[in-house]
Structure formats: structure tokens, C-alpha cells
């Protein structure tokens, strides 16, 4: 359906070229100041440049020519303002075409294209924290988002599964247990099914591992020589690894499933390992790659940037791989397996500069063509109150799960204070409530800024906050059960003809309020996608949960006697609901029953 405010603007600009001005001119807005209007138009006044005229007399005229069959006011305000507001009945009518519509209006932007969404990015063996949070709620949101657009969305975890930490945690446990087979050189048999640990074990192995590579440097030295043996394919280390894999790969499905998250590929660093030869050996016969003090670099500068941007290094001087040369083998990869139209990328915007690099020598190096789409959507980090990134309480890193749990108790305890319910149910509610508040108090933020960790308010049944929304949704739902009990199925119809167009009913300040702020679902959608901002969503159902509340306390729903009236709010605020539950999916949270 086409958005509202495109077809105002299509009525404008009819009058502007009846008059005689060019069509452009008859571009509507949303109002700046919606205490006079919803809608406005500034044309006039840029016309008047053209055409010599004052802007006030432009207007008039244009307010004068203009059809207004779907204005219940118009008019021309000086300097030359046309202000609008849509004629509720005429809304009414555009929300039952709404209702009736497939994505309630919305058309899919989407060119069927193939997206690659890269997110979540753990590391194996490390558990996960906070910095990992906001990769796998914006990433989520992003791939609903583009799939609803009509695209085929390919979400990719990308398991950091090849670095250090292999080597740290191998060399660990032969400290450990040196009895292990895969420390005994003269091994010939089989290589137990059974991991030697279990991932409790394991999460304790990492840091031990970590903490004392950093104060014994012969410990580290040895961890380097495992990495690089195990890189080379040693078969005991390759048997170790893929214990570790295994073992920490059922851990983050775990953690990523409590988060609502799912990825459609659990590939990793080490999937694109075999590409890695071919593509450094073409990309020095081709002349993209130059010898720089023993390290193989792909220059990226461009003569229009604005700073020095460093070479993209895709061999260190003693042979290894890096960061980028991983990122751009896994580009090969995922041409030849998926072919995607366009990537995107979802990580800590601190990877910035590596992802330009990569991007820049990608095309360069002819890995993608040169139009290729390839995004980076870099998100800002999570603070506590301090304004540093967000810790425990003693200052440790802060493990996702506890997190969560944290923040669950936080919401059970405001669901179960001053009324009984069974425990087992307000859990239930719980979890659902509080992964609501974790992924709007993200996503409610634009992407690329910080922001404060701050529980309590996350968590509040009121203002801006994911419980706030989930509250009134819980609210229509209740009302809806309620009507249904009295007086059985509603005819779902939002504007009952009444006796032609122009006698209509009364329609309230809140009720009309409510409306256009459902009509402009389409819009907001369109919009969330082209940016690839969630928090536009966000913001648009805040203002829905805001409508609708005062819609509810202007008017008492159950108790409306004009039974026609009464349901037509409940087929408004059942499309509401909808409008709502379709927003919230695609910021990856669901409403429950009653809260
Ligand atoms: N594992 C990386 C990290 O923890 C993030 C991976 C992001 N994705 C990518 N293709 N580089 O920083």
C-alpha cells in the first residue's frame, strides 16, 4: 500500500501543477509541531524563490485547488505553510485496507536479494560477555528485518574457532593431564569419541590459561607453537580442537537460544583456512600484494580519504595468518558457497578500520566485484554508570548469562510484588519480560552510540523500556478476551459505513491520534529498513504504546454503549496489537498472556 504521507504528497502536488508550479513543490512532511497539525508542506515557500511570488499567496492558491475529500483541515498559514490533518474517517478507511493486507500494508523493499548477516562472532572456549550481546540482538533484529523486506537472509555466526586461545588451552590441559593420548607422540589408535572436559572445565581452563600466558612467557611461547602446529594439522591437536568445538559450539546454542537468537550457519575462522593459500599466492602473482619488511600487504589507500589508512597486512613476516586474511578467505568462501548479493556485517564499531581495509582489498583483489555491497554495521559499547564499559562488581568481565539472570530476577520480582502468583508462571513471564527489556533498552539506541547499562530503568513497567510495551500489548490483549466473553466474535470492521463520507461519526482526539499513528506502519518499516535502524521501530512503538493508553484512558472500551462504536475500537486496537506484535518480532522479543 502505498504510505500515507505519499499520498498526500500526491494531492499536493496535483494542486501545485494545477496552478501552475512545478510538482516537486507538493512534498508533505510529518508535522514539526503536532499540536497545530499532522501533516505539513513547505513547498510554497521554495516556490516562491522560482516564481517571484510571495509564498503566502503560492499557498492559498494551492489550499484553494487542492482536493480535500481526505483533509478534515487544510490551510494556509503565513509565511506560506500549508498545514494538514487527514480526516479520520479516511483514516478508518485506510486501516481497514490495512487490515486486509498482506504485511498490513507494507511492500517488500527488498530486491529478493541474497544477504549474508555475520554476527554474534564468539570465540570458542571463551564464554560469552556483554560485548557479545549487542553483536547477537542487533544482528538478529537486522536478519528478521531484512527478511521481512523480502530478501533471502543468510545469518552467519562466524566463530572465532582458529587463534590463540587453541593453543592456550591445549597447552593448559598438558599441564594438566600429560597423560592425555594427544600428548603421547607415539599414539596410534583412535582417538577417544569423549571429550577430556567438560565445558564448566573448559571455561575455567581459558582464563587460567590466559591470565598466565601473560605473566610466563615461556608458557605463551609454547601456546603460540601449539596454535601453529595445530594450524599445520597435527592430527592429535586437530582431534583436541574439535573437542573443544564441539563441547563449547553446545554451549553457545544454549546461550543463544535463551537469547531468541538462531543462526542459519555455524561456520568459523577455521572454515575459510583452506582458502587461505590459493588466495595469497593469486594475489601476489596479480601484483595486488607487496612485500613490506618481510609482511605481505594489499595497499588500500584511496586519494580521497581524509586520513592515512594503513595497508590491509594479509601475511605476517614469520607466515602466519591474520585477522584480515581470515575475513577475506571467508569472502571466497561465501562467494562460492552462497553467492550473496550484499554482506553485513555486525560488530563492535572499535573493528572499524579493519573492515575497511578488508572491504577495500576484497574489491581490489578482485574477491568481490566491485559494486558488491558490503556493510558495516559497527555498534557502539555498553557502559555502566561510570561511563566505562560495563563490569561486574568487582571488575571483572561480565558473563552474558549472568546477565540475563540478573536481569530476569529483577523482573520477577516486579511481577510477583503485591499479588500471588504461582512462582512457576511469574519464571515464565519473567524470562520473556526481561529479555524484552535487554533487547529494547539496546535496540532502542541508534546503533553506532553507547550506552548506559542501567537495570532498574530497563527493567521499569513504565516509560520507554520493553516492559512498557509489553504491558500494553498485554493490556489490548486483556480487553480483547474481554470483549470476546461478552459479546463473542468482532466483526472486525474499523469503519462502519455510516451515511456517506462526509457524515461520519465523532471521532475523539486520542481515537484519531491512535489511528494515524497505526497508518504509518508501512512507512516506519520502509524507513527502519533503508537505514538499518532498528531503533526507529523501537521509537515507533513507544508512540503506539502511548497512543493507545491515552486512547484507553479517554475511553471506557467494555463500558461504550453505541455497540457499532464500541467495535470499531475493538477492530482498531486488534489491529494495533497486530501492528505491534509484527514490530516486536522484528526486534526479536515476544509479548506473553498477562504480566
Ligand atoms: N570474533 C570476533 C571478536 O570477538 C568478531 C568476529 C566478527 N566478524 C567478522 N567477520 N570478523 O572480535
Same mark, same amino acid.
Given at each position: 500500500?502505498r504510505t500515507l504521507?505519499?499520498?498526500i504528497?500526491?494531492e499536493?502536488k +496535483?494542486?501545485?501543477?494545477?496552478?501552475?508550479y512545478?510538482? =516537486?513543490?507538493?512534498?508533505?512532511?510529518?508535522?514539526?509541531?503536532?499540536?497545530?497539525?499532522?501533516?505539513?508542506?513547505?513547498?510554497?515557500?521554495?516556490?516562491?524563490?522560482e516564481?517571484?511570488?510571495?509564498p503566502?499567496?503560492?499557498? +492559498?492558491?494551492?489550499?484553494?485547488?487542492?482536493?480535500?475529500?481526505?483533509?478534515?483541515?487544510?490551510t494556509?498559514?503565513a509565511p506560506?505553510?500549508?498545514?494538514?490533518?487527514?480526516?479520520?474517517?479516511?483514516?478508518?478507511?485506510?486501516?481497514?485496507d490495512?487490515?486486509?493486507?498482506?504485511?498490513?500494508?507494507?511492500?517488500?523493499q527488498g530486491?529478493?536479494?541474497?544477504?549474508?548477516v555475520d554476527?554474534?562472532?564468539?570465540?570458542?572456549?571463551?564464554?560469552l560477555?556483554?560485548?557479545?550481546?549487542?553483536?547477537?540482538?542487533?544482528?538478529?533484529?537486522? %536478519?528478521r528485518i531484512c527478511?521481512?523486506?523480502?530478501n533471502?537472509?543468510?545469518?552467519?555466526?562466524?566463530?572465532?574457532d582458529?587463534?590463540?586461545?587453541m593453543?592456550?588451552?591445549i597447552?593448559?590441559?598438558k $599441564?594438566?593431564?600429560? $597423560?592425555?593420548?594427544?600428548?603421547?607422540?607415539?599414539?596410534?589408535? #583412535?582417538?577417544?569419541?569423549e571429550?577430556?572436559?567438560?565445558?564448566?572445565?573448559l571455561?575455567e581452563?581459558?582464563?587460567?590459561?590466559?591470565?598466565?600466558?601473560?605473566?610466563? #612467557?615461556?608458557?605463551?611461547?609454547r &601456546?603460540?607453537?601449539?596454535?601453529?602446529?595445530? /594450524?599445520?594439522?597435527?592430527?592429535?591437536?586437530?582431534?583436541?580442537?574439535?573437542?573443544?568445538?564441539?563441547?563449547?559450539?553446545?554451549d553457545?546454542?544454549?546461550?543463544?537460544?535463551?537469547?531468541?537468537v538462531?543462526?542459519?550457519?555455524?561456520?568459523?575462522?577455521?572454515?575459510? /583456512?583452506?582458502?587461505?593459500?590459493?588466495?595469497?599466492?593469486? !594475489?601476489?602473482?596479480?601484483?595486488?600484494?607487496?612485500e613490506?619488511?618481510?609482511?605481505l600487504?594489499?595497499?588500500?589507500?584511496?586519494?580521497?580519504?581524509? =586520513?592515512?589508512?594503513?595497508?590491509?597486512?594479509?601475511?605476517?613476516?614469520?607466515?602466519?595468518?591474520?585477522y584480515?586474511t581470515?575475513d577475506l578467505?571467508?569472502?571466497? /568462501?561465501?562467494e562460492?558457497?552462497?553467492?550473496p548479493?550484499?554482506?553485513?556485517?555486525?560488530?563492535?564499531?572499535?573493528?572499524?578500520?579493519?573492515?575497511v581495509?578488508?572491504?577495500?582489498?576484497?574489491?581490489?583483489c578482485?574477491?568481490?566485484?566491485a559494486? *558488491?555491497?558490503l556493510?558495516?554495521?559497527?555498534?557502539?559499547t555498553?557502559?555502566? %554508570?561510570?561511563?566505562?564499559p560495563?563490569?561486574t562488581?568487582?571488575?571483572?568481565v561480565?558473563?552474558?548469562?549472568n546477565l540475563?539472570?540478573?536481569?530476569?530476577? #529483577?523482573?520477577?520480582?516486579k511481577?510477583?510484588s503485591?499479588?500471588?502468583?504461582?512462582?512457576?508462571?511469574?519464571?515464565?513471564?519473567a524470562?520473556?519480560?526481561g529479555?524484552a527489556?535487554l533487547?529494547y533498552?539496546?535496540?532502542?539506541? +541508534?546503533i553506532? =552510540?553507547?550506552?548506559i547499562?542501567?537495570?532498574?530503568?530497563?527493567?521499569?513497567?513504565?516509560?520507554?523500556?520493553?516492559?512498557?510495551i509489553l504491558?500494553? !500489548?498485554?493490556?489490548? *490483549?486483556?480487553i480483547?478476551?474481554?470483549?470476546?466473553?461478552?459479546?463473542?466474535?468482532?466483526?472486525?470492521?474499523?469503519?462502519?459505513p455510516?451515511s456517506?463520507e462526509?457524515?461520519?461519526r465523532?471521532?475523539g482526539?486520542?481515537?484519531?491520534?491512535?489511528?494515524l499513528?497505526a497508518?504509518?506502519f508501512?512507512d516506519?518499516v520502509?524507513?527502519t529498513?533503508e537505514e538499518?535502524a532498528?531503533h526507529?521501530l523501537?521509537?515507533y512503538i513507544?508512540?503506539?504504546?502511548? &497512543?493507545?493508553?491515552?486512547?484507553?484512558?479517554?475511553?471506557k472500551?467494555?463500558?461504550?454503549?453505541?455497540?457499532? *462504536?464500541?467495535s470499531?475500537?475493538?477492530?482498531?486496537?486488534?489491529?494495533v496489537l497486530k501492528l505491534?506484535?509484527?514490530?516486536?518480532d522484528?526486534?526479536?522479543?515476544?509479548?506473553? #498472556?498477562?504480566m
Open positions: 500500500m504521507i505519499d499520498i504528497s500526491e499536493l +496535483q494542486a501545485f501543477t494545477a496552478c501552475g512545478a510538482e =516537486k513543490y507538493g512534498q508533505a512532511a510529518v508535522s514539526n509541531r503536532p499540536d497545530l497539525c499532522q501533516y505539513q508542506c513547505n513547498g510554497a515557500m521554495a516556490a516562491a524563490k516564481y517571484k511570488k510571495a503566502i499567496m503560492i499557498a +492559498q492558491e494551492v489550499v484553494a485547488a487542492l482536493d480535500k475529500k481526505k483533509f478534515s483541515e487544510v494556509a498559514i506560506g505553510f500549508i498545514n494538514i490533518k487527514v480526516c479520520p474517517y479516511y483514516l478508518t478507511l485506510y486501516l481497514e490495512m487490515a486486509k493486507a498482506e504485511k498490513y500494508g507494507y511492500e517488500e530486491r529478493g536479494e541474497k544477504i549474508i554476527y554474534g562472532g564468539p570465540n570458542v572456549a571463551k564464554p560477555h556483554i560485548g557479545h550481546l549487542r553483536s547477537a540482538v542487533i544482528g538478529e533484529s537486522i %536478519k527478511r521481512f523486506a523480502g533471502e537472509v543468510i545469518g552467519d555466526v562466524h566463530l572465532g582458529w587463534g590463540l586461545q593453543g592456550l588451552i597447552e593448559e590441559l $599441564e594438566r593431564k600429560p $597423560e592425555l593420548c594427544y600428548f603421547n607422540e607415539s599414539f596410534t589408535g #583412535e582417538y577417544p569419541a571429550a577430556p572436559f567438560t565445558i564448566s572445565e571455561e581452563i581459558y582464563p587460567c590459561a590466559s591470565g598466565k600466558s601473560k605473566v610466563d #612467557e615461556e608458557f605463551k611461547e &601456546a603460540h607453537t601449539a596454535t601453529a602446529k595445530l /594450524q599445520e594439522g597435527y592430527a592429535p591437536y586437530i582431534a583436541l580442537w574439535k573437542h573443544i568445538l564441539r563441547v563449547s559450539v553446545e553457545l546454542k544454549r546461550n543463544y537460544e535463551n537469547l531468541d538462531s543462526f542459519d550457519l555455524w561456520l568459523g575462522e577455521s572454515d575459510a /583456512q583452506p582458502y587461505i593459500p590459493a588466495m595469497i599466492d593469486d !594475489m601476489v602473482e596479480k601484483g595486488y600484494a607487496r613490506s619488511m618481510g609482511a600487504v594489499v595497499d588500500i589507500a584511496e586519494e580521497t580519504d581524509t =586520513k592515512e589508512l594503513p595497508p590491509c597486512i594479509v601475511r605476517k613476516s614469520d607466515g602466519a595468518a591474520l584480515e581470515t578467505a571467508t569472502i571466497i /568462501q561465501r562460492k558457497d552462497y553467492g548479493d550484499r554482506y553485513i556485517y555486525v560488530v563492535d564499531k572499535r573493528q572499524e578500520l579493519h573492515f581495509q578488508v572491504f577495500r582489498a576484497a574489491k581490489k578482485g574477491l568481490v566485484s559494486d *558488491k555491497e556493510t558495516f554495521l559497527g555498534f557502539g555498553v557502559n555502566g %554508570k561510570d561511563g566505562k560495563f563490569k562488581r568487582d571488575g571483572g561480565m558473563r552474558l548469562e540475563i539472570s540478573g536481569v530476569n530476577e #529483577e523482573v520477577f520480582n511481577v510477583m503485591g499479588r500471588e502468583m504461582p512462582e512457576d508462571e511469574a519464571r515464565a513471564i524470562k520473556t519480560v529479555l527489556a533487547k533498552a539496546d535496540l532502542s539506541n +541508534q553506532a =552510540k553507547d550506552y547499562f542501567d537495570i532498574d530503568r530497563f527493567t521499569s513497567f513504565e516509560g520507554n523500556t520493553g516492559p512498557y504491558y500494553t !500489548m498485554v493490556r489490548i *490483549k486483556s480483547l478476551t474481554k470483549y470476546a466473553e461478552m459479546a463473542g466474535a468482532a466483526d472486525g470492521v474499523i469503519a462502519h455510516y456517506g462526509s457524515e461520519t465523532e471521532y482526539a486520542a481515537e484519531t491520534d491512535l489511528m499513528t497508518a504509518k508501512n516506519v520502509a524507513k529498513y538499518m532498528p526507529k523501537c521509537q513507544y508512540e503506539m504504546a502511548n &497512543a493507545f493508553n491515552s486512547f484507553y484512558h479517554n475511553n472500551i467494555m463500558g461504550e454503549e453505541d455497540r457499532k *462504536k464500541q470499531e475500537w475493538i477492530a482498531l486496537i486488534t489491529l505491534l506484535e509484527t514490530c516486536i522484528l526486534l526479536g522479543f515476544e509479548a506473553p #498472556e498477562r
